[in-house]
C-alpha cells in the first residue's frame, strides 16, 4: 500500500488543521491505521490510531481530546482533525499502517505533511 498524506501548514495558536492521508490498493479497508509525528530533534512519536473497521481508536496522551482520527473506507481516505492546537504540536506528521502506542507496530509509511503552529 502507497501513503500520501496532505493538509499540513502554517496555523496560529488554538487553530485547527485536517489531515488527509490516501492509499492506495484495494485492502485499505482491511488495516489498522494510524498518525505519528516528529518534531524537529526528537524522535518519532505516536499520535492515534483507528482499526480497521472504524470502530476503535487510541489517542496519544497529549491529545487530550484536541484530535479525533476516522478513516473513510470507501474513499480510502484516512484523516485527522487537529483543534486547539498548540506550538508544540509543530511537527511532520506521518500516516502508517499499524496499531497503537509503539511506533515499531508500524509500517508502509507515507511521506509526511509539515504542520507549523505559531505562538
Known amino acids: 500500500v502507497q501513503l500520501q498524506a496532505s493538509g499540513g501548514g502554517l496555523v496560529q495558536a488554538g487553530g485547527s488543521l485536517r489531515l488527509s492521508c490516501v492509499a492506495s490498493?484495494?485492502?485499505?479497508?482491511?488495516?489498522?491505521m494510524g498518525w505519528l509525528r516528529q518534531a524537529p530533534g526528537k524522535e518519532r512519536e505516536f499520535v492515534a490510531s483507528i482499526a480497521w473497521s472504524g470502530d476503535s481508536t487510541w489517542y496519544a496522551d497529549f491529545v487530550q481530546g484536541r484530535f479525533t482520527i476516522s478513516k473513510d473506507n470507501t474513499a480510502n481516505t484516512l484523516y485527522l482533525q487537529m483543534n486547539s492546537l498548540k506550538p508544540e504540536d509543530t511537527a511532520i506528521y506521518y500516516c502508517?499502517?499499524?496499531?497503537?502506542?509503539?511506533?515499531?507496530?508500524?509500517?508502509?509509511w507515507g511521506q509526511g505533511t509539515l504542520v507549523t503552529v505559531s505562538s
Open positions: 502508517a499502517r499499524g496499531w497503537g502506542p509503539d511506533t515499531d507496530n508500524y509500517h508502509y
Open positions: 490498493g484495494r485492502t485499505f479497508t482491511k488495516y489498522n
